[in-house]
């Protein structure tokens, strides 16, 4: 298909790999602002330390997906098929999940709780945090080895394909469906009980507060409309990312695999850049990095200019 094709499949590896250099820069951005507090010594909040480590698997992901479509230039099968898939599928879950942990986190700080087990489990995740992190990033890599055994025969074939192809044959079977689904439904159920309970119990906290003598001021309102909104678009994000999982599979066949890959990874980019546009500190570091930029090109530009003349 690729020698009859030859600028379809070139269009498409060109489109991956500009995809994989920007939301690659997206997320590098992120992972310097949180380790550069870090070595200014400036204490990281516990949501910052889920955020760092997100996007840090999200930059693994970006270029094990690359990898493996170059891999198949390749004469070792074992790694081909098995060892990078293996690892980039245990990466995808492992950024699933470290969602899931930040909006249980959010959460456990939001929601209204007096129950002892309830404030039991927010001091206990909040202190041994990195212990859930890597809790959650083994039972990725177990999920992994699910996943791969599943649909590891496709990994060969990395020719772009269009749903109109002959040999677009989408897969349907309860093996493909079951090796997706294990690894995505854990993080989607935790995900979708705490996003249920953060939407409902925060319209019930601004109804006690216009209750009681206190009073809702006009800022207060917008700050919880504004967080409602946020959690309905990240639950939205986290949602196509668990649909792309598991119809990623399914039409393998006919995406290819620089396709598939691309559309693997828009959910996680998409999530990455409301990040920075929802993070007050995040917005403002990349505002001045922009402007710094700016500046310098603008600088660049007058000194060419000067040895001109």
Same mark, same amino acid.
């Given at each position: 298909?690729?020698? !009859?094709?030859?600028?379809?499949?070139?269009?498409?590896?060109?489109?991956?790999?500009?995809?994989?250099?920007?939301?690659?820069?997206? =997320?590098?951005?992120?992972? *310097?602002?949180?380790?550069?507090?870090?070595? #200014?010594?400036?204490?990281?909040? *516990?949501?910052?330390?889920?955020?760092?480590?997100? *996007?840090?698997?999200?930059?693994?992901?970006?270029?094990?997906?690359?990898?493996?479509?170059?891999?198949?230039?390749?004469?070792?099968?074992?790694?081909?098929?098995?060892?990078?898939?293996? %690892?980039?599928?245990? %990466?995808?879950?492992? &950024?699933?999940?470290?969602?899931?942990?930040?909006?249980?986190?959010?959460?456990?700080?939001?929601?209204?709780?007096? /129950?002892?087990?309830? %404030?039991?489990? !927010?001091?206990?995740?909040?202190?041994?945090?990195?212990?859930?992190?890597? &809790?959650v990033t083994l039972i990725s890599v177990a999920n992994a080895g699910l996943?791969?055994?599943?649909?590891?025969?496709?990994?060969?074939?990395?020719? +772009?394909?269009?749903?109109?192809?002959?040999?677009?044959?989408?897969?349907?079977?309860?093996?493909?469906?079951?090796?997706?689904?294990? @690894? $995505?439904?854990? +993080?989607?159920?935790?995900?979708?009980?705490?996003?249920?309970?953060?939407?409902?119990?925060? +319209?019930? /906290?601004?109804?006690?507060? #216009?209750?009681?003598?206190? &009073?809702?001021?006009?800022? $207060?309102?917008?700050?919880? =409309?504004? *967080?409602?909104?946020?959690?309905?678009?990240?639950?939205?994000?986290?949602?196509?990312?668990? @649909?792309? =999982?598991?119809?990623?599979?399914?039409?393998?066949?006919?995406?290819?695999?620089?396709?598939?890959?691309?559309?693997? =990874?828009?959910?996680?980019?998409? /999530?990455?850049?409301?990040?920075?546009?929802?993070?007050p500190k995040l917005r403002q570091r990349f505002s001045e990095t922009i402007?710094?930029?700016?500046?310098?090109?603008?600088?660049? @530009?007058?000194?060419?200019?000067? $040895?001109?003349?």
């Open positions: 298909y690729k020698d !009859k094709n030859p600028d379809i499949y070139d269009i498409t590896f060109l489109v991956l790999c500009v995809f994989v250099f920007i939301a690659g820069l997206i =997320n590098l951005f992120i992972v *310097a602002v949180d380790f550069l507090d870090w070595l #200014r010594g400036r204490k990281i909040k *516990a949501c910052e330390k889920i955020q760092f480590v997100l *996007a840090l698997s999200r930059i693994c992901y970006l270029c094990f997906s690359l990898m493996q479509v170059l891999m198949p230039v390749s004469d070792n099968w074992f790694i081909r098929l098995y060892i990078v898939p293996s %690892i980039s599928v245990s %990466i995808n879950y492992t &950024g699933l999940w470290y969602l899931t942990l930040m909006s249980v986190l959010f959460f456990l700080k939001i929601a209204d709780c007096k /129950h002892v087990l309830f %404030i039991r489990l !927010k001091v206990v995740m909040t202190r041994r945090l990195m212990c859930f992190i890597v &809790g996943r791969v055994w599943v649909w590891q025969s496709y990994f060969n074939d990395t020719q +772009p394909r269009t749903l109109t192809n002959a040999t677009c044959m989408p897969q349907f079977s309860m093996s493909f469906l079951f090796g997706a689904t294990v @690894g $995505n439904s854990g +993080p989607f159920i935790l995900y979708s009980v705490s996003f249920i309970m953060l939407v409902t119990s925060l +319209p019930q /906290h601004v109804i006690r507060m #216009r209750s009681s003598d206190t &009073g809702l001021s006009t800022t $207060n309102l917008d700050s919880y =409309n504004v *967080a409602i909104k946020s959690l309905v678009v990240c639950f939205l994000i986290f949602s196509l990312q668990v @649909g792309s =999982n598991v119809l990623g599979t399914t039409f393998m066949s006919c995406f290819g695999m620089s396709g598939l890959l691309i559309y693997a =990874n828009v959910s996680p980019a998409l /999530h990455s850049v409301y990040l920075i546009y929802r993070k402007q710094a930029a700016a500046n310098y090109l603008t600088m660049r @530009g007058d000194q060419g200019t000067g $040895n001109q003349l």
